[in-house]
């Protein structure tokens, strides 16, 4: 009896350790276990929805979209519970990968069960706020999909095996010798350069963030002042002019490298808010429901 | 000699190292340049910034050279009188100095303060290189509009409801419970659209029939007849076994309290804009689809057939009908070849309709007079009623007359007729013409022309006249008999029965039913564009008057389809049919209910236009005014046909 268990563990152990080795990520976690049961449960609705007849017509007051209505709502409280399981650190069954996966395809499946549950009935009303903050929240998630399955490549190659922590290093390296280099330059040619040292790399918004754009860099706008200028000696601005634009390739990684972290984040600030904001208007409908009954 | 410049370093324990060293002169130069005596290595601080110099060794003034000035308490300056006793702390760029005074020297004290740079600064690594950095956090997000949803679409509808909860009419404006409105109003309904409180009335109860009797008083006191009548189990048992689905539905309704068999679950609301909408046939085919099985097997007799869908399980029409002449209406029975229906009247409806003969020639030659074409088509007999719906009965004077005429003579230019419906005053009125007129002179009587003996012989012109004149008034009663005999005016439209004993000459009373379908609504008006032969097929080749010409199921399958277009023939152009297209349930008379747009749009092809000639018609026959025409309606066979079904 003990040699079964021992083998069957072994044998787990033995698949664990092929995904290992494959990289099996959340999206093809288990072959692709959770999106198999998200797409059959989606056909499932839609064929059932094309076959049976409800009286009078489909919508959610009809018996089939109180079924779809209620696995809908149980639904949208287990992916929220995801926050609160992946703080929680487990060792038994369902590692926060199937979670995750489970998350992500039965998230997407909530599309066919919330727009199916309405009967394609939409107004201006809570019911449909409801609906639409839950769209809201299923592409932000898809959006988040799809960046995590893309963006990682990316930086991974900027940051060329660097930390973040080596990156900004790298910068303040640069600052010191400028600082020491700027040193013989004339007050005209030293106020550019100082701006450069005061600009603080983690400025800028979240518009700069997300586009990488940042048109009043202190330090391009040194480099350009200091290779018109011709008030101080060549040799030391040209020294200067050398470390300004090794500071702007360091700062150019690391904006590069924020840009790339914004976009790997910024959908969770839509749909975790989002996402309570959806449990309050789901409350709403449904209380609304009974409260009109 | 009273300047010293003190250096402070730290070591790598954190222990401080202070060297002073004194500085040559009265005047120290301060500046980025490495000829100055305090030599400060910050790019904010000018080759040559200031000079420091005192006169009685105590007071310092310090003057700055080159137009940038220094801080001091906070203000730029670009000169300082000190004294060194009180001390005071100057800032040149990113180095503070500072005057102090011990042992009769001054001392300046010269440090960095300020990072070399910004990104010198220590940043919080989780922080600094993730968006937290830049954007509001997501708790504060999700709290806030999780709190504002449930403000603006709990709390507030619920307080609206609350403020005007015994309101018959709220105030304009927006009120907060109108985002729990589902779908709009159906016009019928809209001007309740801001006062939720006048249906649901109270929390978590469903909409009652009380809320509906509040404002409907007059319509549908009871429910069908058919179905009031019945009793309760045998209802029961025609409901058809619940599915899964209705198995749910039924157990969210009791669980949350939702009654079955109210009003609103067949007029059903917030279903959108426009006329509510017809009651789906699912509500009837719930029972009537295989109903007759279930009844018998619970022990009932099943008084109708089922019914589950009009394209495809529908009964066959059962049109009241009259078995035999004078006899009373009962319900058809089908499938028992042609119906037939005793009206009273002999009528081929072959013969008029045919497109040549004589009565095709004949309608032809009143071509303009009245509304006929090249032959008779069935709108010159039959004519609707005003309200479209179905077709009056024929009236002889309106609809007959045209060509039955009944005029007998012509006294200055009017002419007089028999009176149609009175068979007695035709009688005497024959009677007194042939008593009061003679007959007509021969010419030979005429002129002062002597006249011989022997032209009273027998053959002669005196003797044809006078004979005539002799014998005139029993002619009157061949002619009566002519009238009401084979070949006479009444005989060819009536059935006669000849003069009994105590009785004279009588004709058997004309019954035309007003409705033959009495279960059903067929409104004449809604099918305008069809031709009458496309559904009353057999009217071409009717012979006689007792076939009944009511189409039957097949004729309307050939348009109308079930409600979600089921069909067993093959249609052209099908219109979809739910039960509550032709039936009406609450039994009240009137027409089913059915917005305009799930009718057919129709253009007029069938018109009421009053005959160009009709009122000359009535001279011919007589005023029709003295009600003397009109037909009594069949009473209803049947209790509930009186309400229309």
Redesign the interface.
């Known amino acids: 009896m003990a040699s079964l268990f021992k083998r069957r563990r072994s044998k787990a152990t033995q698949t664990e350790r092929v995904r290992e080795r494959r990289h099996e990520g959340f999206l093809r976690y288990a072959n692709f276990r959770w999106a198999k049961i998200s797409g059959g449960l989606c056909l499932l609705i839609i064929v059932s929805y094309a076959l049976?007849?409800?009286?009078?017509?489909h919508?959610?007051?009809?018996?089939?979209g109180?079924?779809l209505g209620t696995i809908g709502a149980g639904l949208i409280l287990w992916l929220t519970a995801l926050g609160y399981r992946k703080r929680k650190m487990t060792s038994d069954y369902w590692s926060l990968k199937a979670w995750t996966s489970a998350h992500v395809y039965l998230g997407l499946s909530l599309v066919v069960i919330g727009t199916w549950h309405t009967g394609f009935?939409l107004?201006w009303?809570?019911?449909t706020?409801a609906w639409v903050l839950m769209m809201l929240v299923i592409l932000s998630g898809l959006y988040g999909v799809i960046v995590y399955a893309t963006l990682p490549a990316a930086l991974s190659n900027n940051r060329d095996e660097m930390t973040?922590?080596q990156m900004?290093e790298a910068?303040?390296a640069f600052?010191?010798q400028?600082?020491?280099a700027?040193?013989p330059?004339?007050?005209e040619d030293?106020a550019p350069?100082?701006a450069a040292?005061?600009?603080?790399?983690?400025a800028?918004?979240?518009g700069a963030?997300l586009s990488g754009r940042y048109p009043r860099c202190a330090t391009s706008a040194a480099l350009v002042a200091l290779s018109t200028s011709r008030s101080s000696e060549a040799e030391a601005r040209e020294k200067v002019i050398g470390l300004l634009k090794q500071k702007e390739a360091a700062l150019a990684r690391l904006r590069q490298?924020?840009r790339i972290?914004?976009l790997l984040?910024?959908w969770?600030?839509v749909h975790?808010?989002?996402?309570?904001?959806l449990?309050?208007?789901l409350?709403?409908?449904i209380?609304?429901?009974?409260?009109?009954? | 000699m009273s300047f010293i410049l003190r250096r402070i370093s730290t070591t790598k324990t954190g222990k401080q190292i202070v060297r002073d060293q004194a500085l040559p002169g009265d005047a120290i130069t301060l500046g980025?340049e490495g000829s100055n005596i305090i030599h400060i290595?910050d790019?904010?601080v000018?080759?040559h910034h200031a000079t420091i110099t005192s006169a009685d060794g105590r007071h310092v003034r310090v003057q700055a050279s080159?137009g940038?000035g220094f801080y001091i308490n906070g203000r730029t300056v670009d000169a300082a009188d000190i004294d060194s006793a009180a001390g005071a702390e100057l800032r040149f760029g990113g180095h503070r100095l500072t005057i102090a005074r011990e042992d009769e020297m001054i001392i300046l004290l010269v440090e960095r303060i300020d990072e070399?740079?910004?990104?010198?600064k220590d940043?919080d690594?989780a922080k600094?290189?993730?968006?937290a950095?830049?954007?509001p956090g997501?708790r504060l997000?999700?709290?806030?509009?999780?709190?504002?949803?449930?403000l603006a679409?709990?709390v507030g509808?619920?307080w609206a409801?609350q403020s005007f909860r015994n309101v018959d009419e709220r105030p304009e404006g927006y009120h907060a419970?109108?985002?729990?409105?589902?779908?709009?109003l159906s016009s019928a309904h809209a001007s309740l659209k801001n006062d939720?409180q006048s249906c649901?009335v109270e929390?978590?109860?469903?909409?009652t029939d009380k809320a509906c009797v509040g404002c409907h008083t007059g319509e549908h006191k009871a429910m069908s007849m058919a179905h009031a009548n019945a009793p309760t189990a045998m209802l029961l048992a025609a409901r058809h076994p619940p599915g899964v689905?209705?198995r749910?539905?039924a157990g969210?309704a009791k669980t949350?309290?939702?009654p079955q068999g109210r009003c609103v679950e067949c007029h059903?609301e917030h279903?959108g804009a426009g006329p509510m909408?017809a009651?789906?046939q699912?509500?009837c085919a719930?029972c009537h689809d295989g109903m007759s099985a279930r009844l018998l097997k619970a022990g009932f007799k099943p008084a109708v057939a089922d019914a589950a869908d009009f394209g495809t399980i529908h009964p066959e029409f059962r049109p009241m009908v009259r078995p035999a002449p004078g006899a009373k209406p009962i319900r058809a029975v089908t499938g028992k070849g042609a119906l037939t229906d005793f009206d009273g009247l002999k009528f081929p409806h072959d013969l008029h309709l045919q497109a040549t003969g004589g009565v095709a020639r004949m309608a032809a030659s009143f071509r303009g007079r009245y509304d006929f074409g090249k032959k008779l088509e069935c709108e010159n007999c039959h004519r609707p009623e005003a309200d479209g719906v179905r077709i009056k009965p024929v009236q002889m004077e309106r609809d007959c007359a045209m060509c039955h005429s009944l005029a007998f003579e012509t006294v200055g230019g009017v002419t007089r007729t028999l009176r149609h419906g009175e068979p007695d005053q035709v009688v005497a009125d024959l009677t007194a013409y042939y008593r009061s007129t003679p007959p007509s002179r021969p010419l030979q009587l005429g002129g002062m022309e002597r006249r011989r003996p022997g032209d009273y012989a027998q053959g002669q012109v005196y003797n044809i006249y006078f004979r005539e004149v002799a014998v005139r008034p029993n002619r009157a009663e061949d002619a009566v008999r002519a009238v009401f005999s084979k070949g006479g005016a009444c005989y060819d439209c009536h059935t006669v029965y000849a003069p009994q004993a105590g009785n004279g000459w009588t004709v058997q009373a004309v019954d035309q039913t007003s409705r033959f379908l009495t279960k059903g609504w067929f409104d004449h008006d809604a099918h305008k564009e069809t031709k009458c032969a496309d559904c009353h097929t057999m009217a071409t080749g009717s012979k006689v008057a007792t076939d009944l010409l009511i189409p039957g199921l097949r004729q309307c399958r050939d348009c109308h389809v079930g409600e979600?277009g089921a069909r067993l023939v093959k249609v052209e152009t099908a219109t979809e049919s739910p039960c509550a297209m032709c039936h009406e349930y609450h039994s009240d008379g009137g027409k089913p209910w059915m917005p305009a747009r799930q009718r057919k749009v129709n253009s007029a092809a069938i018109t009421n236009k009053p005959l160009r000639a009709i009122y000359g018609v009535s001279l011919v026959t007589g005023s029709p005014g003295r009600g003397l025409y009109d037909v009594t309606w069949r009473t209803p066979a049947l209790h509930g046909a009186e309400r229309g079904g």
């Open positions: 049976i007849d409800v009286t009078p017509r919508n959610g007051g009809s018996w089939y109180y079924t009935q107004g009303n809570v019911h706020l973040q922590m900004l910068i303040r600052d010191r400028l600082h020491s700027a040193q330059l004339t007050p030293t350069v100082l040292l005061d600009e603080d790399p983690f800028g918004g979240i963030r490298h924020l972290r914004a984040e910024v969770l600030y975790v808010p989002l996402t309570f904001a449990i309050a208007a409350s709403a409908h209380i609304s429901v009974f409260f009109y009954w | 980025r290595a790019l904010a000018n080759p080159e940038l070399l740079s910004q990104s010198s940043v690594e600094a290189f993730s968006l950095g830049v954007m997501k997000g999700a709290w806030t509009f999780a709190i504002l949803m449930l679409f709990l509808p619920i409801w419970d109108k985002a729990w409105m589902s779908g709009p939720c649901h929390p978590f109860v469903a909409v689905g209705e749910i539905l969210f949350f309290n939702k059903t279903e909408l009651t789906p699912k509500f719930d979600n």
